[in-house]
């Protein structure tokens, strides 16, 4: 139990975007030293409370107090100069950039003026000091997500928050960096600071909260002590129904191959090769599983099946035919859908929501009538995919970044399955999804699955893969270390090759 004084409280806040009511009279408090973590289902107003407490988002009604002064953000500047810092569900980084300049350009305009060695050497100090270590010279674009989510919190302390706020950091982390993420938090915790954290997953907060607080469709449900609630309890209160933790996965029989990868290369812009000659092999009616430590060639792996980066050398067959040199867009025709890992790929922010559903090629075709799109068909289908996927928006006219995080990733699901694809390649397919539509998700692939398609799943997620996938491979250093079925798993095994034992 923390019993600091309290640094930060949100008296009786709300908050409506049109008819969406996102909080309604919600009171929050954060202590001296706290880690507080703040749950809820996808759209329950998480995200908007963070914004209103950095002064992203202005309140319809409520007061903010910051050590018991009552204060009025105008903008995130207010609130930064008073020691608040947040890191937002999607990252803010320039990724062709370096990291030097990306927080050489974030402290710019804070009046904090810099230049690039002194950069560097704070990226050095901080990630050191905090365990949270990123190679200041490298492009942000070729980080993986967990060295993204440090930096983008390592810009906030350089900028000397002493309130953080956190938006669902461990949503694409996988369980090696999220331990390390909580190690930093709770050192940041000891020095003084408070963490508020987001998050879906409720071992996170169960093993690094202090208090916890649910919100339930905009309304504040409960604050607790981390010791008075449980898993089940938590679940309950966020969802207010019980909730049960399993997945039925029937046997399936696989048949033929429908993606082949062979001695797929990939060498990145300085020349390091990423990808070392992998094989392998995703028959009908299979889900082949990848897991690994972030970095190890899956992004890349999972880029080059889908056309977005041209491998070095090697082949990609799709149902047989040879697509290594094809578009994403022609391979999606032949029949392959695509998640990718993070939140700010995949959809166009600016667009409808019913404009990033044809935006993919066999679906605006399918809803065309003699090579026009047919709106009222757009709209019946689009309509039907927010009703099934329980898309949380007020019309198919919506703008895409209206919607919360977790309903974001679930309009790009809805879009991917809609395709009815042959093959599916699926990054993290859960991300930011809330604990009824991770069971919703992980049934559908499964679905796929018994409809006899082949389901390639690469995920941070190392139970999701290993529950999910008929045949599991371990990925090190850009190959393919160790495969195992579903049967013979043997997690000692699987994380002893993840960090490269032979
Ligand atoms: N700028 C906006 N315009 C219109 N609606 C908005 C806007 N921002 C948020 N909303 C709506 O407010 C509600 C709450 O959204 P919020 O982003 O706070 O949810 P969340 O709890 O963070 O969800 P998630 O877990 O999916 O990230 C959602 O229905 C969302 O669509
Ligand atoms: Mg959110």
């Known amino acids: 139990m923390v019993e600091g004084q309290t640094v930060l409280r949100a008296e009786n806040i709300s908050k409506s975007f049109g008819t969406v009511k996102a909080l309604n009279n919600v009171s929050f408090d954060l202590r001296r030293g706290e880690i507080h973590g703040l749950l809820g289902e996808n759209g329950a107003g998480k995200t908007t409370l963070c914004n209103i407490l950095y002064g992203m988002v202005r309140p319809d009604s409520g007061k903010?107090?910051?050590?018991?002064?009552?204060?009025?953000?105008?903008?995130?500047?207010?609130?930064?100069?008073?020691?608040?810092?947040?890191?937002?569900?999607?990252?803010?980084?320039?990724?062709?950039?370096?990291?030097?300049?990306?927080?050489?350009?974030?402290?710019?305009?804070?009046?904090?003026?810099?230049?690039?060695?002194?950069?560097?050497?704070?990226?050095?100090?901080?990630?050191?000091?905090?365990?949270?270590?990123?190679?200041?010279?490298?492009?942000?674009?070729?980080?993986?997500?967990?060295?993204?989510?440090?930096?983008?919190?390592?810009?906030?302390?350089?900028?000397?928050?002493?309130?953080?706020?956190?938006?669902?950091?461990?949503?694409?982390?996988?369980?090696?960096?999220?331990?390390?993420?909580?190690?930093?938090?709770?050192?940041?915790?000891?020095?003084g600071r408070s963490v508020i954290l987001v998050t879906h997953k409720m071992d996170d907060v169960l093993s690094s909260a202090h208090r916890i607080t649910v919100l339930r469709q905009g309304v504040k449900v409960a604050t607790l002590e981390n010791r008075d609630v449980d898993r089940s309890t938590l679940a309950r209160l966020i969802v207010n129904r019980d909730v049960v933790f399993s997945l039925e996965k029937p046997v399936s029989q696989a048949g033929g191959p429908l993606l082949q990868i062979q001695d797929l290369r990939y060498l990145d812009t300085s020349g390091v090769e990423v990808l070392k000659r992998v094989r392998l092999e995703v028959r009908a009616g299979e889900v082949v599983g990848i897991c690994g430590v972030a970095g190890n060639g899956q992004k890349e792996l999972v880029e080059t099946v889908v056309g977005v980066l041209k491998p070095t050398s090697g082949k990609i067959f799709l149902n047989g035919r040879e697509v290594s040199r094809l578009p994403p867009s022609r391979r999606r025709e032949l029949g392959m859908a695509y998640i990718p890992e993070e939140f700010t790929e995949g959809l166009v922010p600016d667009f409808k929501l019913w404009e990033n559903i044809v935006l993919s090629t066999p679906i605006s075709a399918r809803l065309s009538s003699r090579g026009l799109l047919n709106p009222l068909r757009v709209r019946a289908a689009v309509e039907d995919l927010i009703k099934t996927y329980q898309i949380k928006t007020s019309s198919p006219d919506a703008f895409t970044w209206s919607l919360s995080g977790g309903n974001k990733q679930k309009l790009l699901l809805a879009r991917e399955f809609y395709q009815k694809p042959t093959v599916i390649v699926a990054h993290n397919p859960t991300k930011g999804l809330d604990i009824a539509a991770t069971e919703y998700v992980r049934r559908a692939l499964l679905e796929l699955r018994s409809q006899g398609k082949g389901v390639l799943l690469v995920s941070n997620d190392l139970d999701e893969v290993v529950e999910m996938s008929d045949r599991l491979m371990v990925m090190h250093a850009g190959r393919i270390v160790g495969e195992f079925s579903h049967q013979s798993v043997d997690l000692d095994r699987v994380a002893r090759l993840m960090l490269g034992a032979s």
Request: proline share 3%.
């Open 64 to 191: 903010i107090y910051l050590n018991d002064v009552g204060v009025r953000f105008t903008s995130p500047r207010d609130a930064m100069a008073m020691g608040i810092g947040m890191v937002h569900q999607e990252f803010t980084l320039i990724p062709n950039l370096s990291v030097v300049d990306n927080v050489v350009l974030f402290t710019e305009n804070s009046g904090l003026l810099m230049n690039r060695s002194e950069a560097a050497e704070r990226v050095e100090r901080y990630g050191s000091e905090y365990g949270l270590k990123v190679n200041p010279y490298v492009k942000v674009s070729e980080l993986s997500a967990g060295e993204k989510q440090r930096l983008e919190i390592l810009k906030v302390l350089m900028r000397g928050a002493r309130i953080l706020i956190l938006d669902e950091p461990t949503s694409v982390l996988t369980r090696i960096e999220t331990v390390e993420l909580f190690r930093a938090l709770e050192k940041m915790a000891a020095d």
